[in-house]
């Protein structure tokens, strides 16, 4: 990836908390626990699901950037999303940390020489990953994400009438 477009992902990125919220805020909170099937996601659980999402992004950005090389865990969403209960945690809470984490993340790529997003890490299911191979994956993250909410959105509304 060249400069310009990695500064332009890495302004992306650096929004998306803030996108997160907004999109939020366009959904009445009495349809956040709606699923339009058993085996799909909530806003609720699309939420805890994007704070753990966090969390492993912000251990893989730093993996990749201190010990280049290194092999990062995988995990099943789908199988976190039921063990950890989702719907038994805080949406408030998943909120401020992802704004935390993402943020922390945000500020330390922002100061990376260039050299250093040619480094990689192993993970199980991706192979070889660049540092801009990383950002490709999370700057897309919450936004996909986001258009996920929207989907339920429109099939809770399209229920109603």
Request: hydrophobic share 40%; net charge negative; proline share 4%.
């Amino acid at each position: 990836m060249n400069a310009e477009a990695r500064a332009k992902k890495m302004v992306s990125y650096g929004n998306a908390h803030a996108a997160l919220v907004d999109a939020l805020r366009q959904f009445p909170r009495e349809m956040w626990r709606f699923k339009l099937a058993p085996d799909q996601w909530s806003i609720h659980e699309i939420v805890i699901h994007l704070s753990h999402s966090e969390a492993h992004s912000y251990i893989r950005c730093r993996t990749c950037i201190a010990e280049p090389g290194q092999a990062v865990m995988a995990y099943d969403e789908n199988e976190w999303a039921v063990a950890l209960c989702y719907h038994d945690q805080s949406m408030e809470e998943a909120l401020d940390l992802i704004k935390c984490l993402h943020l922390q993340t945000y500020t330390l790529i922002q100061s990376l020489p260039d050299s250093v997003w040619s480094h990689t890490l192993e993970h199980p299911e991706n192979g070889t990953m660049s540092l801009d191979d990383w950002l490709d994956v999370y700057e897309r993250h919450i936004p996909d994400h986001i258009d996920q909410m929207k989907g339920v959105y429109a099939a809770w509304r399209a229920r109603r009438w």
